[in-house]
């Protein structure tokens, strides 16, 4: 039988090149058993307190005020009012950037649903009655969805509002005198 001649364990690991590989704590959480309850994800650290108290975004114990809550508003625009007016393309702005911008500053997610929200009428045309286009025989309309906690959810989503109704077209009348 052949030794491992002189070398130990630390010898081997000393002589080779630096590693993280190399560590002899490679598989550290198995128990005595052989067996451990690695499943070669990491594990999350465990927190102190009550297992079935709930954690904010930040790491601190919730607060009741601080529960996420899911709203959704509708907005209806007023197409039959401006037949002319491009409402998609004012909401959109260039490029998507209003759209964006308007999710960016109130972290709610805009939608615009019903009918002329997709550009290629051919296309929705063939859409139209398809599931998960349902909202493409309804007038033409804006969703805004916030999932937030219920201390600032209202007022998120009254500042998205206030933004879309400002793209809303503004008629100036002219008095010649």
């Known amino acids: 039988m052949m030794s491992n001649q002189g070398f130990s364990e630390f010898e ?20 005595g058993s052989g067996f451990g309850s690695w499943n070669g994800l990491p594990q999350e650290p465990r927190l102190s307190g009550n297992p079935g108290m709930t954690m904010d ?6 607060s009741p005020s601080s529960f996420t809550v899911k709203r ?28 964006k911008r308007v999710e960016a500053t ?4 805009v939608y615009i649903r019903g009918k002329g929200s997709i550009k290629d009428p051919e296309k929705e045309k063939k859409l139209r ?7 493409l ?19 998120k989503l009254r500042q998205a509002q206030e933004i879309i109704e400002l793209l809303k077209p503004v008629i100036i009348e002219v008095i010649s005198g």
């Open 137 to 155: 025989n309804e007038p033409l309309h804006v969703l805004i969805e916030v999932d937030l906690p219920a201390n600032i959810i209202d007022i």
């Open 57 to 62: 975004w930040q790491g601190a114990p919730a």
């Open 12 to 31: 081997r690991l000393r002589h080779r090149s630096p590693s993280p590989m190399a560590s002899s704590n490679l598989v550290s959480n198995i128990s």
């Open 129 to 135: 009655g398809r599931l998960g286009y349902e909202h």
């Open 106 to 109: 109130t972290g709610c997610r």
């Open 72 to 99: 959704i508003l509708r907005l209806e625009i007023p197409v039959d009012t401006y037949p002319n007016f491009n409402f998609v393309g004012r909401l959109l702005g260039p490029r998507g950037n209003s759209l």
